[in-house]
């Protein structure tokens, strides 16, 4: 047995024992307000991050806060440990909480919440994305330290405060930072569990394309009853368009979107359909039941492993209350892709912005706007480090699996494309987190055994 597998009861012990404290601290981070999309947060979100960095430096972290032209980053280091060296990547920034009267109680103000299968939900703004799963980790790393005075491993932190929105300083950031965050592998928590019962180690992230834009018609609102009819109205336009962007198969109608796109692995699709999942479940628990994506397709692969397409937004006219009968002079519309291994961003977005121009009348106009964009990201699946992680989280769990995700987590492209590190996705976020939504949870128990699983991680990695 390894001096750390000998300490590992005495530091799970020692978590337990102070949970209370750590839920302490992490009320107190998501009680700053560090939105990273809203200027008016500018001040909190460098709150937030020295709050961070006085946190990691009272663990004995070398920890800073690094300025960037946008929100700080945070970094640190403890070189304490031996062997493996990873870096820790979570975000501190959260989404705004817009509608703020569909929230049960204060955003910024976590409130526990006892649930009928007896569990807690800690209610709040952050509570999952990503302030209470980077705090498994933080907290993780301080058990180790009390008990132990050291890290089995060497560990690196970075904190961003943007990845709500796009992340525009880490390019920058990274190409000066480079060298100092070089690890063996990147530990990232922001994906989610496989079910309630049972952690995912993820290890296929969609890319994204971001697009906006705004069709213009007449050079004023018209009335609809002199002009309609024979005035374009660009709502239309933009609702045509929308529409010729799905083929009736559920498929995504856009020139050449599917090239380069693979059938997932046989190893890895055996291995799926032996987990469970429960389509009907998925969809029913946000009060719906019928699939929309791809119809030879399974739900899994519909959102993990197939590109897809989505609309964001929509506006033009007149939405105030009561009835205005207008031709709007001006609509508009946010869309984004979700990329798949073997898509290219830019190659999508020109393919994208050819469509919209086909469709616009001679004497109309479109202009486009860029949100960001990322490649897919594919992780190995053979690493003798995700192993060693999947047999600590069955430890703690008695279950482990290998997921992959919907979403995208661009700083995971950028770490294996710039610094040919790959990743470690694992996740104790649950589907019903109302993430980007009013009354955002993290469940307690996702609190505590991820805290506890980390723990386990950091021991295995350095046996």
């Given at each position: ?11 799970l012990?020692h978590?337990?024992?102070?949970l ?7 009320f ?12 008016a947060?500018?001040?909190d ?8 960095a ?7 972290f070398?920890?800073?806060v690094r300025l960037?032209t946008?929100h700080p ?5 403890d070189q ?7 870096l820790?990547?979570g975000h ?5 909480v817009d509608?703020?009267n569909l929230?049960?109680s204060?955003p910024f103000?976590p409130?526990l919440?006892p649930?009928p299968?007896g569990?807690?939900?800690?209610v709040?703004r952050?509570?999952s994305d990503?302030k209470?799963a ?19 491993i060497?560990v ?8 709500e929105s796009?992340?525009p ?6 190409e000066?930072a ?5 690890a063996d592998?990147v530990l990232?928590c ?6 309630d019962?049972?952690?995912a180690?993820?290890?296929?992230l969609?890319g994204i394309v ?7 018609c007449?050079?004023r609102d018209l009335?609809s ?7 374009r109205?660009?709502i239309?336009?933009?609702?045509d ?21 693979k059938d997932l ?5 055996e291995?799926w359909?032996?987990e ?16 929309a994506g791809?119809?030879?397709r399974t739900?899994?692969e ?5 590109p897809?397409?989505d609309v964001?937004?929509i506006s033009?006219?007149?939405a105030g209350?009561?009835f205005?009968?207008?031709i709007?002079?001006e ?8 990329l798949v ?14 469509h ?5 009348p001679a ?9 960001g ?6 992780m190995?699946?053979d ?5 060693k992680?999947?047999d ?5 769990w ?5 997921a992959?995700?919907g ?7 950028v ?6 590190m790959?990743?470690l996705?694992?996740?104790?976020a649950?589907?019903?987190?109302r ?12 609190f505590?055994k991820?805290?506890?699983?980390w723990?386990?991680i950091?021991a295995?990695?350095a046996?």
């Amino acid at each position: 047995m390894t001096d750390q597998n000998a300490h590992l009861p005495t530091v799970l012990a020692h978590a337990e024992a102070n949970l209370d404290a750590s839920l302490g601290r992490l009320f107190d981070l998501v009680r700053i307000p560090s939105i990273s999309t809203d200027p008016a947060y500018k001040a909190d979100c460098l709150r937030c991050a020295e709050w961070l960095a006085a946190d990691l430096a009272g663990t004995g972290f070398d920890a800073s806060v690094r300025l960037t032209t946008g929100h700080p980053m945070v970094v640190a280091h403890d070189q304490s440990g031996e062997g493996p060296h990873v870096l820790f990547y979570g975000h501190y920034d959260v989404q705004p909480v817009d509608p703020l009267n569909l929230w049960n109680s204060d955003p910024f103000e976590p409130v526990l919440a006892p649930q009928p299968n007896g569990d807690t939900h800690i209610v709040a703004r952050g509570a999952s994305d990503d302030k209470g799963a980077l705090f498994t980790f933080l907290e993780a790393c301080r058990a180790w330290k009390d008990v132990t005075g050291k890290l089995p491993i060497r560990v690196s932190v970075l904190l961003e405060g943007e990845e709500e929105s796009g992340s525009p300083s880490l390019p920058a950031f990274m190409e000066t930072a480079a060298e100092e965050l070089k690890a063996d592998v990147v530990l990232v928590c922001d994906t989610d569990m496989w079910d309630d019962a049972t952690p995912a180690i993820t290890t296929m992230l969609r890319g994204i394309v971001k697009e906006e834009f705004w069709v213009r018609c007449a050079d004023r609102d018209l009335h609809s009853g002199i002009y309609g009819n024979a005035a374009r109205n660009p709502i239309q336009i933009v609702a045509d368009i929308i529409a010729s962007l799905r083929r009736p198969d559920g498929g995504v109608a856009l020139e050449g979107f599917y090239d380069g796109v693979k059938d997932l692995p046989p190893q890895l699709a055996e291995r799926w359909l032996k987990e469970p999942f429960d389509e009907q479940k998925f969809l029913g628990d946000i009060g719906l039941s019928i699939p929309a994506g791809e119809r030879d397709r399974t739900v899994l692969e519909q959102v993990w492993s197939r590109p897809s397409f989505d609309v964001s937004g929509i506006s033009g006219g007149y939405a105030g209350e009561g009835f205005k009968a207008v031709i709007p002079a001006e609509a508009n519309a946010k869309l984004s892709f979700r990329l798949v291994e073997g898509q290219d961003p830019d190659k999508v977005q020109q393919a994208f912005r050819a469509h919209v121009r086909a469709r616009i009348p001679a004497d109309c106009s479109v202009e486009f706007a860029n949100h960001g964009s990322s490649s897919a990201t594919v992780m190995p699946v053979d690493s003798p480090l995700l192993r060693k992680a999947l047999d600590a989280l069955k430890d703690e769990w008695g279950r482990s699996a290998i997921a992959g995700t919907g979403g995208s987590i661009p700083i995971a492209t950028v770490f294996q494309e710039r610094l040919g590190m790959d990743s470690l996705l694992v996740g104790f976020a649950r589907f019903d987190n109302r993430i980007h939504s009013p009354n955002e949870k993290y469940d307690l128990s996702s609190f505590r055994k991820g805290i506890r699983s980390w723990i386990r991680i950091l021991a295995a990695f350095a046996a």
